[in-house]
């Protein structure tokens, strides 16, 4: 009988030998690889992990002690051994998160994926735990390139103030998040990470001192303790200790009985403790250690044997954006472009091996790489920042106060925006239009079509005086959708065959072809309707009143919050023109969406082609009915906005 099939808690760990352990972890390995291979998924962190997770259930007490995880795409191992082991649903809807999850599981405490925030978490936590006179325990693991985070050093700072308030920090060294980690803390850990001398010194040491009669082990652990000024000159981790933070390390993070030593000194120490661990991102698997971009850090469905793709991808949104911006770099000198510890997953690794010294990784610190990039656009270059739209609101504050109040021409490139869905509440890309809305001069491209992203790329990276914006979906790119005519700077996408049209339907980016689904199956109920796609959508085109006085009711449909997005800027551009025609918004709604199919998640919010029809006929039927009694002299109408 396998080992993990007896694994239904962390207590299950406790009675095991070392063999066992050993024997469990491959079984893990195994699972993951065979699993993860059907589902998709985070792989390579994961299989880095395996004996650190064990080590830490077998010397923490989950629930009670809190192990927090940074980021929580490393939790697998986790799930596995609290009792979660049917990955048959990963990420799919009914199935498990991919990250951790506060409804799956009382040993999951954060649902950490917005990595560098798990030591704030773990600070206010250590805190609590000292005001309430609980003997709790608190863990947090953070990677080392979530490190890269200033958050994370916001945390340090104050986690180091309290010498006698117990936190285990371990950090879970691979040498990479995704791509290899960049920086000068990377540059430290990696010196930490060669340096053996001064454990083959005290090894040597306590060898001959163990056969020292009497004064041996005495002189050993004395020396053990000397102040840090024998470790600084032997191994340079000094940094940690000058933050007063007691450092322990580097350990093999795949030897799970030096791991739980380790783990086990810092639990009893009684102060905040830094565990340094080295892990082996993708370990055990050769298709994982052989990919050199990201050690399989996420995967879709593959071939376990392979590592292969079951199913060839076509073209998707980010590529496109990645091949234009190697067009724009061999136009022009002055584009730049910046990513945040994600080259290859925002699409620049081609710009980066064709201009090396154009592009630069300033690590999982979206706040810092906004204002570099406002520093580069007043130094006379124009940059690219490309980010996942959920992530870029970590950054709102400098996009508003650095960028835009300095009228700096940066282009924002948002990707994976609006309904992501199998990463689930944390990564869909569901605010950005919303936010942004509030930014003077900021304007906002929202293309439709692979056609439209290259287009809009090269209109953004015109504008010298404000920040830009292109925002696109996230997977394959469909065929494009033509325009018919243009009004204004907006494409129309469908005539309406008549000069007194019911419907403006404005269509915003990638939702186009199910806008004109919309139109046609309002087009069988008599209603007649005119599609409409901005591309601008903020500020909203001047052309767009008069447009809509031509009609009997406007309807936006977007993929982002209805709380303050396009159709709430519309309503209000409208307003200002004093248009009184009511207007019927359909997007996402204001609250966190379970993790499910991009599919599954639309037609659970409502947000498809036959449900927008249905309220749309059932409007235009509710003015009729309105106009009518109107023409009766039986009552007035309003216009009403729903």
């Known amino acids: 009988m396998p080992l993990l099939t007896r694994i239904t808690g962390p207590r299950d760990l406790d009675r095991l030998s070392p063999e066992q352990l050993d024997q469990l972890a491959e079984e893990i390995r195994t699972f993951l690889v065979d699993a993860v291979s059907k589902t998709g998924g985070h792989l390579g962190p994961n299989l880095g992990v395996v004996e650190l997770t064990i080590a830490l259930h077998r010397v923490f007490d989950s629930p009670k002690d809190k192990v927090l995880w940074d980021t929580g795409h490393q939790s697998y191992v986790h799930k596995l051994l609290t009792g979660r082991q049917d990955f048959s649903k990963l990420k799919k809807k009914g199935g498990l998160s991919g990250y951790p999850s506060q409804a799956e599981s009382e040993h999951d405490v954060i649902e950490n994926s917005h990595a560098s925030t798990v030591l704030g978490w773990a600070d206010g936590l250590a805190k609590a735990n000292q005001l309430r006179k609980r003997d709790d325990h608190v863990v947090a693991v953070i990677g080392d390139g979530a490190l890269t985070g200033g958050m994370a050093w916001e945390a340090l700072n104050n986690i180091a103030e309290a010498k006698d308030r117990p936190l285990v920090i371990v950090v879970n060294d691979n040498e990479r998040s995704y791509a290899p980690t960049i ?4 540059n430290h850990l990696a010196t930490l990470r060669t340096t053996d001398g001064y454990e083959r010194f005290l090894t040597r040491t306590k060898e001959i001192l163990d056969r020292t009669p009497v004064v041996g082990k005495p002189l050993y652990e004395t020396l053990h303790g000397a102040k ?11 940094m940690f200790e000058d933050l007063g933070l007691k450092y322990v390390g580097p350990i093999d993070g795949h030897d799970i009985e030096a791991l739980e030593s380790a783990l086990a000194r810092a639990k009893r120490f009684g102060g905040p403790v830094i565990v340094h661990c080295l892990t082996e991102k993708g370990r055990g698997y050769q298709p994982a250690l052989q990919d050199e971009a990201d050690r399989f850090h996420g995967i879709g469905p593959i071939h376990p044997d392979t590592g292969l793709p079951i199913k060839a ?7 496109v954006f990645g091949d234009e911006m190697v ?16 080259l290859q997953p925002v699409g620049l690794k081609k710009f980066a091996d064709t201009f090396p010294d154009r592009i630069y990784d300033v690590g999982i610190a979206e706040q810092h790489g906004a204002v570099s990039a ?8 124009h940059p690219v920042f490309a980010v996942y739209a959920t992530f870029l609101n970590r950054a709102f504050d400098q996009v508003l106060m650095d960028v835009a109040l300095h009228k700096c021409g940066v282009t924002f490139v948002l990707d994976r925006a609006g309904v992501t869905g199998t990463d689930g509440a944390s990564h869909n890309g569901m605010w950005d239009m919303s936010i942004l809305q509030v930014v003077p001069g900021l304007r906002l491209a929202a293309p439709r079509d692979a056609d439209q992203v290259r287009a809009q790329l090269r209109e953004a990276v015109q504008v010298k005086d404000a920040p830009t914006v292109v925002r696109f979906s996230k997977g394959a790119v469909g065929p494009a959708v033509p325009a018919v005519g243009r009004v204004g700077g907006m494409d129309v996408l469908r005539e309406p065959g008549t000069d007194t049209p019911d419907v403006l339907l404005v269509s915003v980016g990638a939702l186009a072809p199910m806008c004109l689904e919309i139109a046609s199956l309002l087009d069988k109920q008599g209603i007649t309707t005119t599609v409409v796609d901005p591309r601008w959508v903020k500020p909203v085109d001047e052309a767009m009143a008069p447009l809509a006085e031509r009609h009997r009711v406007v309807v936006t449909v977007e993929d982002n919050s209805r709380v303050g997005g396009v159709g709430s800027a519309v309503a209000q551009a409208l307003r200002d023109a004093g248009v009184d025609v009511p207007l019927r918004d359909f997007g996402i709604p204001p609250r966190f969406l379970d993790h499910a199919s991009r599919a599954e998640v639309l037609a659970e919010i409502g947000l498809t082609a036959p449900d927008i029809a249905r309220q749309v006929t059932g409007l235009v039927s509710k003015l009729d009915g309105r106009f009518d009694r109107t023409a009766a002299g039986v009552d007035s109408v309003e216009p009403a906005r729903d």
């Open 313 to 319: 991808s076509g073209a998707d949104w980010t590529s």
């Open 374 to 381: 406002a520093g580069l656009a007043t130094g006379g270059v």
């Open 183 to 186: 920086g000068g803390l990377a």
């Open 327 to 342: 067009e724009l770099g061999k136009e022009r000198e002055d584009i730049v472009a910046i990513t945040a510890a994600m």
């Open 228 to 238: 840090k000024g024998l470790k600084d000159f032997i191994a340079p981790q000094g």
